[in-house]
């Protein structure tokens, strides 16, 4: 007898373990195990059972000794679990006995759900939890999967059960833990994996510092991968097992001291349940209100749109996202056939738009269908019906998906869309639940959903268990990881009371207890509580979510993930990222490859990407984990905060994203003053729309989709520069992550050289999470839009550049030259801001420009400065790598206008766009910014029409000589030279010296790198 491996079974004296289920060890979900011992070699296909039972199972699998297990399995890696495992065994087998199998010994005996090997050589394992019904009787064996050359065959339930088989496969020895029914393919891919590695069981199942890779089948369809073993995959409920339960070092216990199965790793939401009364329309927003006071992440309102009595579920959801600030809302859950998918799919992206993200969708396939009926909706058979909803979710993911080429088809005869335009896509990827109580439905959610919500009131703990274990099946078979499905629960008929009287009905301690088992034993991550009583609103979001989010993650040994991926999504990563390492707290907003949100994300305004993960820090400690994470990758570094980057990458191929878009608030700290603080994430819509109320704005750029972060760290040439400056001539202070991972403020009085860096070079030397900047006075400007025949380019510029710089600074223009196209000339399009309200003035300083040559169109309107920042944010598109080039200019002289129009007649170009400076950017200190230009009057920018121009390039050369220095922030060349002209001496020698001191290993490359000076 040769005991398979050993080395980990043999230590330790035996030690039996009582069971201290509360509901008995085989009724209460949270048990099960069964282990496959066997006889000899060949009695039972040479499945060893000595390891486990340190018996040979004289009469083949049957005779394992379950106590022995228990006793023997002191601490390796395989024994660890086999411990979990096999305890559950030790005391559910007690009182029936299941005879299963046929080949020897398969009889049940007193112990455990031990079936016989079959024959041809094997042995097979049932076990789980739903083995057993209530009363502990074996239920019987479903799948039994079969392997010849591995000789094990294990059956069990997803998360609810679990087996370990132990095998001796002739030339292979198996150690295998498995979760779920393990079919052939799963196990037998295994194998040749672990030994590809040149380790035998024995090392492998040795665990410690050692553990490689235990053999664990799953019935996921190997769904995740050991980072240590990355050839070889294994389902993520075990792998989450061997995180906790093996690697972490002792097997997770429950609250009772007893072995508990892998959760499903989301974090822990609360939130109600609300009646919609209509009676009480106020009452029902006040029990909203009260959720949100009481600390609880949801409210949710079931849906009857048939019923009289109740409000409509979708006007209260919008009502209540505006009546809150923070809360978030779902339908608990939406009636699909009153409820349109397409129209459901606009209305939810829009709701959750407008409340910033704070909708997920529940969705249900109906009831009552007499009421349906009589409003007007077709009656459905239950197969219809979930039929009906497998269309509409395909309908509402299609319209959502608005990153996808051409319009959107999908659905089939109850529910469709035939080429109908995307969008718009949601402020966040909206979750679809579903309220499913029957297979047929369970299926679709494992399958399809992200989230299955039943109620407690028509589930019992066993019907949730079966539940999952359908849901997780399904998954599986769809390529899903089972924790893609995240678990919610309405807690019906209960209540936070002074004294026990029923499950869930008691104090907030008991309460604790009863769901602490359906967080870490059934996954469970959402509780709703049905309720209409403030006061037990108020109890549960202060008296038992944090206590139950407290014992949580004591029990959980592994930080909340935002879900396992599916064996798709992880083909889709790429080299150099560590993704098990991700931080736990931004794990839910990373974007990977193969996540349904990253068309949204991949891309910026100008160029296409395909990043290797985004990372979304919610605030500057985030931003500060994401940014000691990304160093520590083997993939580039991209900062981002608008996406409207030209000369930054603030997207790549498979880098690392930082994406500060969530870090995005808008705080005025003095009024009287003006000083605003700004996220960098925000844009300069949400700034200029923020600040109109208070008669304050801050010149940025001439689009309001453009980011805080690139524009305020590298200069800002806006529509009121002439008059206010740049926008860097207006910053205070900078909250900045450095490259070294910690976080630090720049001010004047704090780091002078850092702000100085800042304010023109803020991408070289760290990644700004927030600024402070003095807005100016700024009510109603007037602003002019118009067009001139540029036949005459040349005179054209030179006349207006001359109209420009005799102009009031209340005067800003831009003027963009259009090549001329199939036969008409090139046009001008010009804009100019009178930065006052005072028309007749603003008249007098217009009116030259437009009479610079034959006017083609023009309008000229008084208006908030706000209304000239349009919010243009939405997921970018970027399709391109674009050339652009960037230049300063002193005057238009005649030969400079030449030279300009050669640019824009070159074929090659889409325009060039021409800004005024001047004015109050001229009145700063060259010295006082690293943006030292500060007596040119023009900057200058051509944009490139493909992604070779070189006939562009040629004319550019010639003019260069004429220009003087250059914005970097409409440029995307770089090199030594192009840092020459961004930054003229001394400037580049003080940024030298300060990329030195603040980023020596150049994790911020991707924006104009300033090499560090040398020692
Ligand atoms: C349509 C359009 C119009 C524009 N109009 C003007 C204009 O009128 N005036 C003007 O001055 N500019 C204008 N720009 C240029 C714009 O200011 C820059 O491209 C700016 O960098 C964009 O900022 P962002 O945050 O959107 O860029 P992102 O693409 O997010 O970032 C660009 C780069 O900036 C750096 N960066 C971004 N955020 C941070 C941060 N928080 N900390 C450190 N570094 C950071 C990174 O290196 C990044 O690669 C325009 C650009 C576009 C596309």
Redesign the pocket.
């Known amino acids: 007898m040769r005991p398979v491996i050993r080395g980990v079974f043999e230590r330790g004296p035996s030690r039996a373990r009582p069971c201290r289920a509360r509901e008995g060890c085989c009724g209460h979900p949270a048990w099960g195990g069964a282990v496959a011992g066997g006889g000899a070699p060949g009695s039972a296909g040479g499945v060893r059972a000595e390891a486990v039972g340190g018996q040979d199972g004289a009469d083949g699998v049957a005779g394992v000794d379950v106590r022995g297990v228990g006793s023997d399995v002191q601490g390796g890696a395989v024994g660890q679990i086999a411990e979990e495992v096999l305890l559950g065994v030790v005391e559910c087998g007690q009182d029936r006995l299941l005879g299963a199998g046929d080949a020897p010994g398969g009889a049940g005996q007193d112990r455990a759900a031990v079936l016989g090997g079959h024959d041809p050589p094997g042995a097979a394992v049932a076990g789980g939890r739903d083995a057993f019904d209530q009363a502990g009787r074996f239920q019987g064996v479903q799948h039994v999967g079969h392997h010849g050359a591995v000789d094990a065959q294990v059956r069990g339930e997803c998360g609810l059960g679990g087996q370990v088989a132990l095998g001796d496969g002739g030339e292979h020895v198996v150690a295998a833990a498995a979760f779920g029914q393990v079919g052939q393919d799963e196990f037998g891919g295994l194998v040749p994996a672990a030994e590809q590695h040149g380790q035998g069981p024995a090392e492998i199942a040795r665990g410690g510092a050692g553990l490689r890779a235990v053999v664990l089948g799953t019935g996921f369809g190997h769904s995740a991968i050991v980072p240590e073993y990355p050839d070889q995959e294994i389902g993520c409920q075990a792998y989450y097992l061997l995180s906790n339960a093996v690697v972490g070092g002792a097997p997770r216990r429950s609250a009772e001291g007893n072995p508990v199965m892998p959760d499903y790793g989301h974090d822990l939401l609360f939130g109600t349940f609300i009646t919609p009364d209509a009676g009480d329309p106020a009452g029902a927003v006040a029990r909203a209100q009260a959720t949100e006071q009481a600390g609880l992440d949801f409210a949710t309102f079931q849906d009857h749109p048939y019923q009289p009595r109740l409000l409509d579920t979708w006007t209260l959801l919008s009502w209540v996202a505006a009546s809150t600030e923070r809360l978030r809302v779902a339908p608990n859950v939406l009636n699909l056939p009153l409820r349109p998918p397409s129209v459901t799919a606009r209305a939810a992206a829009g709701l959750d738009l407008l409340s910033g993200g704070r909708l997920e969708l529940a969705l249900g396939s109906g009831a009552f269908w007499d009421g349906i009926a009589a409003m007007g909706g077709g009656r459905l058979t239950p197969g219809q019906a979930v039929d009906a909803l497998d269309q509409a979710i395909d309908v509402i993911r299609a319209l959502w998906d608005e990153g996808a080429r051409g319009g959107a088809r999908a659905g089939g005869g109850h529910h469709r869309v035939a080429g109908a335009k995307r969008g718009p896509a949601p402020a966040h990827d909206i979750g679809i639940w579903l309220g499913a109580y029957k297979p047929r439905m369970q299926r679709l959610t494992g399958r399809k959903a992200d989230g299955w919500l039943p109620s407690l009131g028509y589930a019992d703990l066993a019907a949730l268990a079966e539940g999952n274990r359908v849901i997780d099946a399904a998954a599986a078979e769809a390529g899903r990881a089972p924790g893609e499905v995240r678990r919610l629960l309405n807690l019906t008929g209960a209540e936070v009371g002074p004294a026990s009287r029923g499950f869930l009905q008691g104090p907030p301690g008991q309460w604790v207890d009863e769901l602490l088992p359906l967080v870490v034993e059934h996954g469970f991550s959402a509780f709703f509580l049905a309720t209409d009583d403030p006061e037990q609103i108020r109890r549960y979001g202060e008296e038992v979510a944090p206590a139950l989010r407290e014992a949580a993650a004591r029990e959980r040994t592994a930080p909340p993930t935002a879900g396992a991926r599916s064996a798709s999504a992880r083909a889709a990563r790429r080299d150099g990222i560590d993704y098990g390492a991700v931080p736990a707290s931004l794990a839910p907003g990373a974007v990977e490859p193969g996540d349904r949100e990253y068309g949204r994300v991949r891309h ?3 160029r296409s990407g395909s990043p290797g993960l985004v990372l979304r820090p919610a605030d500057a400690d985030q931003a500060a984990e994401a940014l000691r994470y990304a160093r520590e990758q083997q993939a580039p570094l ?14 790549g191929d498979g880098g690392v994203v930082v ?2 878009s969530r ?1 995005n608030r808008v705080e005025l700290l003095d009024r009287a003053g003006g000083l605003v603080r700004i996220g ?2 925000a ?1 300069w819509s949400d700034v200029a729309a923020a600040l109109a109320p208070h008669g304050l704005a801050i010149s ?4 309001g ?15 009121m ?1 002439r008059r206010h400056g ?2 860097i001539d207006h910053l205070a202070a900078a909250e ?1 992550v450095l490259a070294d991972g910690t976080r630090v403020r720049a001010d004047a009085g704090t780091d002078p050289d850092l702000l100085w860096a ?1 304010r023109g070079a ?8 927030a600024v402070e900047l003095y807005a100016q006075q700024v009510g109603e400007v007037v602003f002019a839009d118009f067009a001139l025949d540029a036949a005459d380019t040349s005179g054209l510029l030179q006349a207006w550049g001359a109209a420009v710089e005799e102009a009031p600074r209340e005067l800003t223009s ?1 003027l963009r030259l259009i090549p001329g196209r199939r036969g008409s000339g090139p046009l001008a399009g010009v804009q100019a801001v009178y930065a006052g309200d005072d028309v007749e003035a603003a008249r007098k300083a217009i009116a030259p420009l437009m009479a610079l040559g034959p006017l083609l169109d023009q309008q000229a309107v008084l208006a908030p400065y706000r209304a000239l920042m349009p919010a ?1 944010g939405g997921p970018h598109r970027g399709a391109a790598e674009p050339v652009m080039r960037s230049a300063l200019l002193d005057h238009l002289t005649a030969e400079a206008a030449e030279g300009i129009a050669a640019v824009a007649g070159s074929g090659q170009s889409l325009g060039v ?1 021409i ?1 005024a400076v001047g004015g109050a950017v001229n009145d700063v200190a060259p010295d006082a910014t690293a943006y030292p230009h500060r007596h040119q009057n023009f ?1 200058l920018a051509a944009i490139g029409a493909g992604p070779r121009v070189p006939a562009m390039e040629r004319a550019w050369e010639a003019l260069l000589p004429l220009t003087d220095g250059m ?1 970097l ?2 440029e995307t060349g770089t090199g030594p030279e192009v840092l020459r002209r961004a930054f003229p001496e001394p400037a580049l020698s003080r940024l030298r010296e300060l990329k030195r001191r603040y980023d020596p290993d150049q994790v ?1 490359a ?3 790198p300033i090499p560090p000076a040398d020692r």
């Open positions: 910026t305004y100008m991209a900062v981002r905060s608008g996406g409207h980057g030209i000369s930054g990458r603030s997207t994406d500060l870090l960098t994430g844009r940025s750029g001439d689009h989709g453009v980011g805080v972060g690139g524009l305020a760290t590298t200069g800002g040439i806006g529509w520069a740049l926008t900045l800042v803020g991408a070289n030397v760290g990644l700004v999470t831009f243009g766009h800004r900057s914005y922030s409409f911020f991707t924006n104009f």
